[in-house]
């Protein structure tokens, strides 16, 4: 329990750094994200690691194994918050991984331990995500680094303010061969685990997941003299739309979400003549999210078309479903039943993990621990310290399960 005390204090330490008073919001390549990795690398050395930060930013650590020099066994989660965060989503996984490690007697095991801190899972600055991890895995798109947050500073810029050069983000790249595999635990965000009064649950997939930035246009005008019949109003094409998305997710089967939505120019007696919104769209297998997407597009193009509009979008973030690695799972299974549940639930990932990206490089497999009434992405989100407990119990048994088999 201590261990899972400490956990949550950290948890509590971390939700301090927030670039906003009032709320907690910590994004990619911040003050706070720097001060972030500096407490980060200092619990990591106090539980024995070695520690460095790698040239995307990521907060790395590292206890070698039974002899210097063998294949990691990866460790670890995200700091990064979406706006109004939680404290949970991330750097419980973070913490776990450290206190797991100190735990563990590193020097008896057939793989080394390494912990990662990734530097931006959300993609809350640059609205794409998976910025640490797909340095890390190497599956990094030079695309990107024009990317502007809402101050207009490019993801480039940001590199070198925050003290990194981007002509050296390829150190930051690893080899297959580095690593034997990668274990994340993370909150569940959503109440399966809670609805089976489980504490613990191991993920079977994460699911591919499309993000898209999309502007509708009309044509601005007075709120009193525009007659319906002559007006182009973007707004009510783009609300139409939203609605739509949510029609067809259903029925699809997907989970499709309208999470930002701007009016321009934003008089409250002015007609809207652009609208710029985002599309999030989640499905368990690529095929039925794409086919979604085909769909809301037809939409797009109907409403449009009824109403006089113009429309374009641009996708900002793709990533596609994972299935998780079986002989991984096993291990994590058999945390699960040394930490009391003999019959571990299986679930598929809702939300998107950094594992998404690692799996580029190593097999990957999650612990999921129950938060309360499923509430992620939310200042009200919950774990119990029990659970944290359990999860501790889990993922060093995990560890150890896997350790087992290797040797
Ligand atoms: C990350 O939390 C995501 O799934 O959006
Ligand atoms: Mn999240
Ligand atoms: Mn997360």
Same mark, same amino acid.
């Given at each position: 329990?201590?261990? /899972?005390?400490?956990? +949550?204090?950290?948890?509590?330490?971390?939700?301090?750094?927030?670039?906003?008073?009032?709320?907690? %919001?910590?994004?990619?390549?911040?003050? &706070?994200? *720097?001060?972030? @990795? $500096?407490? %980060? /690398?200092?619990? =990591?050395?106090?539980?024995?690691?070695?520690?460095? &930060?790698?040239? /995307?930013? @990521?907060?790395?650590?590292?206890?070698?194994?039974?002899?210097?020099?063998?294949?990691?066994?990866?460790?670890?989660?995200?700091?990064?918050?979406?706006?109004?965060?939680?404290?949970?989503?991330?750097?419980?996984?973070?913490?776990?991984?450290?206190?797991?490690?100190?735990?563990?007697?590193?020097?008896?095991?057939?793989? #080394?331990?390494?912990?990662?801190?990734?530097?931006?899972?959300?993609?809350?600055?640059f609205g794409?995500?998976?910025?640490?991890?797909?340095?890390?895995?190497?599956?990094? @798109?030079?695309?990107?680094?024009?990317f502007t947050d809402t101050?207009g500073?490019?993801?480039?810029?940001?590199?070198?303010?925050?003290?990194?050069?981007?002509?050296?983000?390829?150190?930051?790249?690893?080899?297959?061969?580095?690593?034997?595999?990668? +274990?994340?635990?993370?909150? $569940? &965000?959503?109440?399966?685990?809670?609805?089976?009064?489980?504490?613990?649950?191991?993920?079977?997939?994460?699911?591919?997941?499309?993000r898209l930035e999309f502007t509708m246009i009309g *044509?601005a005008?007075?709120?009193?003299?525009?007659?319906?019949?002559?007006? *182009?109003d973007a707004l009510v094409g783009a609300s139409?739309l939203v %609605?739509?998305i949510?029609?067809?997710?259903?029925?699809?089967? !997907?989970?499709?979400t309208v999470g930002k939505l701007e009016v321009f120019p934003g008089?409250?007696?002015v007609?809207p003549g652009r609208v710029e919104f985002t599309i999030d769209?989640?499905?368990?297998?690529?095929?039925?999210?794409?086919?979604?997407?085909?769909?809301f =597009?037809?939409?797009a193009?109907?409403?449009a078309?009824?109403?006089?509009l113009q429309f374009h979008s641009r996708e900002l973030?793709?990533?596609? /479903?994972?299935?998780?690695?079986?002989?991984?799972?096993?291990?994590? $299974?058999?945390?699960?039943?040394?930490?009391?549940?003999?019959?571990?639930?299986?679930?598929?990932?809702?939300?998107?993990?950094?594992?998404?990206?690692?799996?580029?490089?190593?097999?990957? #497999? =999650?612990?999921? !621990?129950?938060? *309360?009434?499923?509430?992620?992405?939310?200042?009200?989100?919950?774990?119990?310290?029990?659970?944290?407990?359990?999860?501790?119990?889990?993922?060093?048994?995990?560890?150890?399960?896997?350790?087992?088999?290797?040797?």
């Amino acid at each position: 329990m201590n261990d /899972a005390k400490l956990i +949550l204090e950290r948890c509590d330490e971390l939700a301090t750094l927030s670039s906003e008073p009032d709320r907690m %919001v910590r994004v990619h390549l911040s003050r &706070q994200h *720097k001060t972030a @990795n $500096e407490l %980060v /690398a200092g619990w =990591m050395s106090e539980a024995g690691l070695t520690t460095w &930060q790698d040239a /995307a930013g @990521n907060q790395c650590g590292r206890v070698e194994g039974r002899e210097p020099g063998l294949p990691a066994l990866l460790l670890g989660s995200h700091i990064d918050t979406v706006p109004d965060a939680g404290r949970y989503d991330g750097m419980l996984g973070v913490l776990l991984a450290i206190a797991v490690a100190g735990r563990l007697d590193a020097g008896t095991l057939p793989f #080394a331990i390494e912990v990662v801190a990734f530097s931006d899972e959300e993609g809350t600055r640059f609205g794409t995500a998976l910025l640490g991890s797909r340095a890390l895995s190497g599956t990094w @798109n030079d695309d990107w680094w024009n990317f502007t947050d809402t101050d207009g500073i490019s993801l480039f810029e940001a590199f070198h303010d925050f003290g990194l050069d981007p002509a050296r983000l390829p150190g930051a790249f690893r080899r297959p061969e580095e690593f034997v595999g990668y +274990l994340e635990a993370h909150i $569940e &965000q959503g109440p399966f685990l809670e609805d089976a009064d489980r504490a613990l649950g191991v993920v079977t997939s994460i699911a591919g997941a499309r993000r898209l930035e999309f502007t509708m246009i009309g *044509k601005a005008g007075h709120a009193g003299g525009s007659p319906y019949d002559r007006r *182009k109003d973007a707004l009510v094409g783009a609300s139409e739309l939203v %609605v739509e998305i949510e029609r067809i997710s259903k029925l699809r089967g !997907v989970i499709g979400t309208v999470g930002k939505l701007e009016v321009f120019p934003g008089g409250v007696n002015v007609i809207p003549g652009r609208v710029e919104f985002t599309i999030d769209l989640r499905a368990e297998f690529d095929d039925e999210r794409d086919a979604a997407l085909e769909l809301f =597009m037809s939409a797009a193009e109907v409403i449009a078309g009824r109403r006089g509009l113009q429309f374009h979008s641009r996708e900002l973030y793709r990533a596609d /479903a994972v299935v998780c690695d079986l002989d991984l799972r096993a291990g994590i $299974e058999a945390g699960i039943r040394a930490a009391g549940d003999a019959d571990p639930m299986a679930i598929w990932s809702r939300a998107g993990h950094d594992g998404m990206a690692v799996c580029a490089i190593t097999p990957i #497999a =999650m612990l999921f !621990v129950r938060c *309360k009434g499923g509430i992620s992405h939310h200042p009200d989100e919950h774990v119990r310290v029990a659970d944290v407990a359990a999860a501790v119990t889990a993922f060093e048994a995990a560890v150890l399960a896997l350790a087992a088999t290797a040797a």
